[in-house]
C-alpha cells in the first residue's frame, strides 16, 4: 500500500474551527476519516471511507479520494479550504 502525496492539500476545520487539519494524501485522509471525524457520519462519509480502502487496493486514484473527503466534509457542515502545495 503506497500513500501517493495530492497535488494540492485540503484544510479542514473541525470542533467549531477550534481544529485544523491539512490533508494531503490518502493516508492521511484515512486517518482524519477514522479517528478525528465528528459523529455526523452520512453517505458522503460511508464513500469516502470505501474509496481509501478502494485506493490502497490501487483500485480507485487520489483524486477521487480527496474528491470525496470534501463531499463528506461538506455533508458534516466542516468547513474546506484548498491550499496549493509544491511537490
Given at each position: 500500500?503506497?500513500?501517493?502525496?495530492?497535488?494540492?492539500?485540503?484544510?479542514?476545520?473541525?470542533?467549531?474551527?477550534?481544529?485544523?487539519?491539512?490533508?494531503?494524501?490518502?493516508?492521511?485522509?484515512?486517518?482524519?476519516?477514522?479517528?478525528?471525524?465528528?459523529?455526523?457520519?452520512?453517505?458522503?462519509?460511508?464513500?469516502?471511507?470505501?474509496?481509501?480502502?478502494?485506493?490502497?487496493?490501487?483500485k480507485q486514484p487520489p483524486e477521487l479520494v480527496q474528491q470525496d473527503l470534501i463531499a463528506a466534509a461538506i455533508e458534516a457542515?466542516?468547513?474546506?479550504?484548498?491550499?496549493?502545495?509544491?511537490?
Open positions: 500500500m503506497d500513500d501517493i502525496p495530492w497535488n494540492e492539500s485540503v484544510l479542514f476545520e473541525l470542533n467549531d474551527r477550534q481544529d485544523v487539519v491539512t490533508v494531503s494524501s490518502s493516508m492521511e485522509a484515512a486517518d482524519l476519516l477514522l479517528n478525528k471525524w465528528p459523529k455526523k457520519r452520512g453517505p458522503s462519509y460511508k464513500l469516502a471511507v470505501m474509496t481509501c480502502l478502494a485506493s490502497f487496493r490501487g457542515h466542516i468547513y474546506v479550504k484548498p491550499r496549493s502545495i509544491s511537490i
